[in-house]
């Protein structure tokens, strides 16, 4: 495995741990309007990356089943939606600010739970990071060098301030600061992990490479709908959550096109 498909993977989670690490800097836990801000910018960021950096790709490698190519990508999109509906119902977890789990009951503490959660969100960011650097080692056509690694920066931007998010509700509830960051690096091990999966079935799944982009999609859309719109949406003033979608939805469109 090259150098540059290595530091793909890890710049994500790089994103991850120095966002965790705000639990040593910060005394207090984040604001609401900062959070739902940050939470509307890892938004934005994954909306664009689902649209330019997977979606778009996916139909373009299809392009010669001419007004069919828009098949597979429907096909994929469905699967990861599915994917994720799925995981949702199996995992027990509790978003920022719930009260009530989901998923199946368990004897899991919250904190464990918040985890949890936070690791059901990073599934897809991982698959995604993975499957493009998978079609870059495969030479899959319209996946560059450029394009992979403005998905991987932008995914760690937006896992900075989602890191702080996680450790800092942590160490809220009790946890020590240590504990706290320990926790949030717990949850972003999953995408390196993940990525690292995909890539070593980059052989396999190069005839599916389209259904994985847009599956990959599919989840990313998944977790942007059911838990980060309502959580920037949620009390007085939700339009800081909407304009720091723009922020990120603008930025990474900017770095696909500028880097791809």
């Not at 007004?67 to 949702?88: E, K, Q, R, T, Y």
């Not at 936070?118 to 698959?127: A, K, Y």
Request: hydrophobic letters at 55%; glycine letters at 10%; charged letters at 10%.
């Amino acid at each position: 495995m090259n150098y540059n498909v290595m530091s793909g993977i890890i710049i994500p989670f790089i994103g991850t741990s120095a966002g965790t690490a705000c639990v040593f800097l910060m005394r207090n836990e984040l604001r609401d309007h900062v959070q739902r801000g940050l939470t509307g910018f890892a938004a934005g960021v994954m909306v664009a990356a689902s649209i330019w950096s997977l979606l778009i790709p996916a139909m373009e490698q299809t392009d010669t089943m001419g007004a069919l190519s828009f098949v597979p990508a429907v096909a994929g999109f469905w699967i990861g939606i599915l994917l994720l509906l799925f995981l949702d119902h199996m995992i027990p977890h509790l978003h920022m600010h719930a009260e009530k789990a989901e998923g199946p009951a368990s004897n899991l503490t919250r904190t464990t739970m918040m985890v949890l959660a936070v690791t059901l969100h990073n599934i897809p960011e991982g698959m995604a990071v993975g499957v493009v650097y998978a079609g870059l080692l495969t030479g899959t056509k319209d996946i560059s060098l450029g394009g992979a690694m403005a998905l991987s920066i932008g995914i760690a931007i937006q896992n900075f301030p989602e890191g702080a998010i996680i450790s800092m509700p942590i160490h809220a509830e009790g946890k020590s600061r240590g504990k706290a960051f320990l926790s949030g690096i717990m949850s972003g091990a999953v995408e390196p992990a993940a990525a690292l999966l995909m890539i070593l079935a980059a052989e396999a799944l190069l005839p599916l490479m389209p259904y994985m982009l847009s599956a990959a999609a599919g989840a990313m859309l998944y977790v942007v709908v059911e838990e980060l719109i309502p959580e920037m949406s949620e009390g007085e003033h939700s339009n800081i959550g909407v304009l720091m979608f723009a922020v990120g939805f603008t930025l990474m469109m900017a770095l696909d096109v500028a880097l791809g």
